[in-house]
């Protein structure tokens, strides 16, 4: 099991930026794919950013095309999250997950990925 721990949350105005961390106890690039999802209340988890390092290939869903930015420090064992031009109704619970087979069935759907952190609340204010 891949230990993960999400931070960098916070309270930021629409239209403001911030950046998560998922501090994870192996490297990123051992892993298949690692993921970050949220969740809003009464919502369900939606898929927000993939990674493949081992192809160099990323992947979001299409609300955050352009805005959002997944990237990796291996020497730090840790994947980011550079979010900007925030939206209030992006206020949620980020987690990040990881995959750890040879495979994945669908990069955008939680119940592919193994591991999670527990989350990270992101608040944005209008």
């Known amino acids: 099991q891949v230990q993960l721990v999400e931070s960098g949350g916070g309270l930021v105005q629409a239209g403001g930026s911030l950046r998560l961390s998922c501090a994870a106890s192996v490297p990123p690039f051992s892993t298949y794919a690692m993921a970050w999802f949220r969740q809003a209340p009464g919502k369900a988890r939606e898929f927000v950013a993939a990674?493949?390092?081992?192809?160099?290939?990323?992947y979001y869903g299409d609300s955050v095309k352009g805005r959002f930015t997944i990237s990796r420090d291996n020497a730090k064992n840790t994947v980011y999250l550079q979010m900007d031009s925030l939206k209030p109704a992006e206020t949620a619970i980020y987690y990040c997950?990881?995959?750890?087979?040879?495979?994945?069935?669908?990069?955008?759907?939680?119940?592919?990925?193994?591991?999670w952190g527990r989350g990270t609340q992101v608040t944005v204010s209008s």
């Open positions: 997950a990881v995959r750890r087979g040879t495979y994945i069935l669908s990069r955008r759907t939680a119940s592919s990925y193994d591991d």
């Open positions: 990674a493949r390092w081992s192809i160099g290939s990323t």
